[in-house]
Nanobody, 118 residues
Framework: QVQLVESGGGSVQAGGSLRLSCATSRSISAFNAMGWYRQAPGKQRDMVAMLDDGSTSNYADFVKGRFTISRDNAENTLYLQMNSLKPEDTGVYYC????????????WGQGTQVTVAA
């Protein structure tokens, strides 16, 4: 069973920074893709940033230039560096991982709350 454990959320003033971490119970290099999603109250869960197994990253337009996704293979940890935070970045941030074999397996963390005050 794969476990993804997020940490690093919290409360910050607008313009501030936070770094989220996602520790995996499986070697991070085994996943075909990993990323971060977020969900604001009453809204759908949206993709924030994705990183494929070739280290190609993809960002949602609303975070481009402000957020950076990265991973540390030795630590089996995925990161999301969030700078210039805005109140609309508030939400629960979820770590996501996909493993593809004959079928695709999607895994989610439990989420970490990020609150950005105006």
């Amino acid at each position: 069973q794969v476990q993804l454990v997020e940490s690093g959320g919290g409360s910050v003033q607008a313009g501030g920074s936070l770094r989220l971490s996602c520790a995996t119970s499986r070697s991070i290099s085994a996943f075909n893709a990993m990323g971060w999603y977020r969900q604001a109250p009453g809204k759908q869960r949206d993709m924030v940033a994705m990183l494929d197994d070739g280290s190609t990253s993809n960002y949602a337009d609303f975070v481009k230039g402000r957020f950076t996704i990265s991973r540390d293979n030795a630590e089996n940890t995925l990161y999301l560096q969030m700078n210039s935070l805005k109140p609309e970045d508030t939400g629960v941030y979820y770590c996501y991982a996909r493993y593809e074999s004959k079928i695709a397996y999607d895994y989610w963390g439990q989420g970490t709350q990020v609150t950005v005050a105006a």
